[in-house]
T-cell receptor, first 110, second 115 residues
Framework: TQLLEQSPQFLSIQEGENLTVYCNSS?????LQWYRQEPGEGPVLLVT?????EVKKLKRLTFQFGDARKDSSLHITAAQPGDTGLYLC??????????FGTGTRLKVLA | ETGVTQSPTHLIKTRGQQVTLRCSSQ?????VSWYQQALGQGPQFIFQ???????GRGNFPPRFSGLQFPNYSSELNVNALELDDSALYLC??????????????FGPGTRLTVL
C-alpha cells in the first residue's frame, strides 16, 4: 500500500515566520503535486514536480522533490494570514492513481 | 469557462440507505475522478472515468459505483450506507491527453452524513 505521510499535522505560526512542511513515502512516484484546500472548497493545485531534485518557486513558496522521488517539501517564507489552509501533497503513480498525503493544517496569525 | 460543480452541497442519510451524488465537469474535460475525504484526512481515490468507462479504481468496495454520461457529467452511487461513509466527497475533472500530465480541477464537494 502506498502511503504519503505529512508532517507536521498542525502548525500555528505568527505572520512573517518561515515554515517547512514535509511529505514522505517509502514509494517512488512519477511526479508529485501540492494542493491547498480551504474550508468548503476542493483542493487547488499549487505545483507539480516531476524530476528528482527539482525545485520550483511560486512567489514565497518553494517546493522541492527528493532525489529519489519519494519525498517532497514545501517551504513558505514570511507567512501571511492568507496562507492559512490545509496543505496536501499527492503522489502520482501511473496515469490515474493519485495518492494524497495526510495533510498539514496551517494557521497564520496576524 | 465554468468550473466543476457538485450537488447536493450537504446530505444526511441513515445507515442502509442509498445515495447518489452528482458532478458536472469543467467544460471540455473528458475525465472525472471521485475522492472520499474523511474529516481531518487527505482525499482517498475512489475511481476514475474516462469517456464513460471506468479507468481505474481505489480500495473501495463494489457498493461504491459510478457513471459518466456523454456530456461528461458524472454520478457516484453508494449503496447500503455505513456510518464510516460519512465524509466529504470530491469530484475532480481533467483533460486526458495522450502522454500528457493533466491538471485536476476539484469541485467544492458534497458533505455526506450517515446517521
Amino acid at each position: 500500500t502506498q502511503l504519503l505521510e505529512q508532517s507536521p499535522q498542525f502548525l500555528s505560526i505568527q505572520e512573517g515566520e518561515n515554515l517547512t512542511v514535509y511529505c514522505n513515502s517509502s514509494s517512488v512516484f512519477s511526479s508529485l503535486q501540492w494542493y491547498r484546500q480551504e474550508p468548503g472548497e476542493g483542493p487547488v493545485l499549487l505545483v507539480t514536480v516531476v524530476t528528482g531534485g527539482e525545485v520550483k518557486k511560486l512567489k514565497r513558496l518553494t517546493f522541492q522533490f527528493g532525489d529519489a522521488r519519494k519525498d517532497s517539501s514545501l517551504h513558505i517564507t514570511a507567512a501571511q494570514p492568507g496562507d492559512t489552509g490545509l496543505y496536501l501533497c499527492a503522489g502520482i503513480s501511473g496515469t490515474y492513481k493519485y495518492i494524497f498525503g495526510t495533510g498539514t493544517r496551517l494557521k497564520v496569525l496576524a | 469557462e465554468t468550473g466543476v460543480t457538485q450537488s447536493p452541497t450537504h446530505l444526511i442519510k441513515t445507515r442502509g440507505q442509498q445515495v447518489t451524488l452528482r458532478c458536472s465537469s469543467q467544460s471540455g474535460h473528458n475525465t472525472v475522478s471521485w475522492y472520499q475525504q474523511a474529516l481531518g484526512q487527505g482525499p482517498q481515490f475512489i475511481f476514475q472515468y474516462y469517456r464513460e468507462e471506468e479507468n481505474g479504481r481505489g480500495n473501495f468496495p463494489p457498493r461504491f459505483s459510478g457513471l459518466q454520461f456523454p456530456n461528461y457529467s458524472s454520478e457516484l452511487n453508494v449503496n447500503a450506507l455505513e456510518l464510516d461513509d460519512s465524509a466529504l466527497y470530491l469530484c475532480a475533472s481533467s483533460l486526458e491527453l495522450a502522454g500528457g500530465l493533466d491538471t485536476q480541477y476539484f469541485g467544492p464537494g458534497t458533505r455526506l452524513t450517515v446517521l
